[in-house]
């Protein structure tokens, strides 16, 4: 099993503050320190035929180059770990600019094991065909892989999932042949680039429920055995949907569902959602607190 941080796992409760001495990086340390004990991974390694990259990293805010959509709510007012989480490095800092994305990412670079892979992985790549890289991340590596700000209740999401730094790993320094990722429970399989970029969010029963349409069959994907390579790309919503639309970014009028759904929070009504709003607009979970749980 492979493993790597993501912001929940970083928020620190009132209660355990003085638990941890470091804050989040604390907190952090204490988790690589089970994943050890538990014999979990969170460094690369080639098993088999497979390598598995896990990539350190954190959003920033910059890395959100769309058109805003006016007098959406500002980010910080409602995800979580502008406020749970607690940043002690020197120089770093949550929101604002791009410190805390570039920590994480230095996290790679600084690990022997990890430049080790990248240099492994080319030659591997020149004499063994037969090689499959799978790279993974929490957060996400390229725009494209977010629904446009139109289709998003909190459209500011953008400015709180993606990292340029993860983007510079995943498309030229390690070129998976397929990328996972997580954050914005947005189910994906699409390729991108020559890569193939999946987003399978299992975590939640309630979202579980909603992602399967009724949750048959629906597990753990599949990407790649010995036997027959590469599974086949699954039918999601989202991939389905700019398999056939291209990205319209500058169109911010929020869709119709969004509206309805808006209207509806307000208590002024607006009727039920449909299908394609229900996935949208209910696929960032309200966590305690009223804030944004992603
Ligand atoms: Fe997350």
Redesign the pocket.
């Known amino acids: 099993m492979f493993w790597v941080c993501?912001?929940?796992e970083l928020w620190i409760r009132r209660g355990d503050r003085a638990k941890y001495g470091d804050g989040s990086l604390g907190k952090l340390a204490h988790l690589k320190s089970i994943a050890d004990e538990l014999g979990v991974k969170y460094r690369p390694e080639r098993i088999g035929d497979v390598w598995v990259v896990p990539l350190w990293s954190w959003y920033h805010a910059s890395w959100d180059t769309e058109p805003d959509v006016v007098g959406a709510i500002p980010i910080e007012k409602v995800m979580m770990d502008f406020h749970a989480c607690h940043w002690t490095a020197e120089g770093v800092q949550a929101g604002g600019d791009d410190s805390l994305a570039r920590m994480f990412d230095e996290m790679n670079s600084e690990s022997p094991e990890y430049v080790e892979a990248v240099a492994r992985i080319r030659e591997d790549r020149l004499g063994d065909s037969g090689v499959y890289v799978v790279s993974f991340s929490?957060?996400l590596p390229h725009q494209d892989l977010l629904p446009e700000k139109r289709f998003l209740y909190y459209p500011n999401l953008a400015k709180a999932v993606g990292s340029d730094y993860l983007g510079r790993r995943v498309f030229e320094e390690i070129r998976p042949d397929a990328h996972v990722y997580?954050?914005t429970h947005f189910t994906q399989d699409m390729m991108k680039e020559g890569i193939r970029f999946v987003q399978w969010p299992l975590g939640y029963p309630k979202e579980q429920r909603r992602r399967r349409n009724g949750g048959d069959g629906w597990g753990p994907l599949l990407l790649w055995d010995k036997a027959s390579g590469s599974s086949e790309a699954r039918s999601t919503y989202w991939s389905d949907y700019y398999r056939s639309n291209a990205r319209r970014a500058h169109d911010t009028s929020p869709a119709p569902y969004v509206v309805r759904r808006r209207s509806s929070d307000a208590g002024g009504g607006g009727g039920g959602v449909g299908k394609a709003a229900a996935r949208v607009a209910t696929s960032n979970v309200t966590a305690r607190f009223g804030a944004l749980g992603?």
Request: no cysteine; charged share 0%.
């Open positions: 993501g912001n929940h929490h957060f997580g954050h992603v």
